[in-house]
């Protein structure tokens, strides 16, 4: 069965400090996401990759940076954290390139700035 | 402007009733996928359906793309589906994918 695990499980960050969130795949996929989701607004995508070593901007890509050392890693980094950053922040992969594939997700990372 | 709706936002059930979720969207999409999200936040992949309808357990999915809509048909509800229940679909040819904000279901005795 796929697999995406992410850590922390639960972080708590003072405004300003830098925080990274680190998401792990054992599904063998090229695509791989990263979501927050905030009561109101649903899921939406920060910053995605298809491939190791380069990342696309997603819709709120701003304050956010990404990272992809190799396939199965995919990191999202908050240089500096502010109190709007605070929300549940999931990663996904999918296998498909081109065409929207399924998505699996990890349990998710809640992240409070305070 | 949310792209993607979902109806209605929330729905009481009592166990044995049957649950009748909608998705519209007015984006341009062929992919359309469902998840639950269990109270706690992990995310599940229920039916993945490009178009027409799907089946699996008592979850039966139908898409009409060119009527931009997807239903989600949840059948002889038990107090365990209560959840946030999600419609996401893939946005034009981007790799982009759009969720709708979601169905909150609560299943009572």
């Known amino acids: 069965e796929a697999a995406v695990t992410q850590s922390p499980r639960s972080k708590v960050a003072v405004t300003g400090g830098k925080v990274t969130l680190s998401c792990h795949q054992t599904?063998?996929?090229?695509?791989m996401y990263w979501y927050r989701q905030d009561t109101g607004h649903g899921l939406r995508l920060i910053h995605y990759?298809?491939?190791?070593?380069?990342?696309e901007k997603g819709d709120i890509p701003d304050g956010y940076k990404a990272s992809r050392p190799s396939q199965e890693n995919f990191s999202l980094i908050l240089e500096l954290a502010s109190l709007s950053q605070t929300a549940v922040y999931f990663c996904?992969?999918?296998?498909?390139?081109?065409?929207?594939?399924?998505?699996?997700f990890g349990p998710g990372t809640r992240l409070t700035v305070l | 402007e949310q792209q993607v709706q979902q109806s209605p936002a929330s729905l009481v059930l009592q166990e044995g009733e049957n649950a009748e979720l909608q998705c519209s969207f007015s984006?341009?999409?062929?992919?359309v996928q469902w998840f639950y999200q269990r109270p706690g936040g992990r995310l599940v992949s229920l039916l993945y359906n490009p178009s027409g309808t799907k089946q699996s357990g008592r979850l039966t999915s139908t898409t009409v793309i060119k009527e931009r809509r997807s239903s989600l048909h949840i059948s002889s509800s038990q107090i365990t589906d209560s959840g946030t229940y999600l419609c996401a679909m893939e946005q034009g040819n981007t790799d982009k994918v759009v969720f709708g904000t979601g169905t909150r279901l609560q299943v009572s005795p």
């Open positions: 990759s298809y491939v190791a070593d380069s990342t």
């Open positions: 599904n063998n996929h090229d695509y």
């Open positions: 984006i341009f999409t062929n992919q």
């Open positions: 996904a992969s999918s296998q498909d390139w081109g065409n929207y594939a399924e998505q699996f």
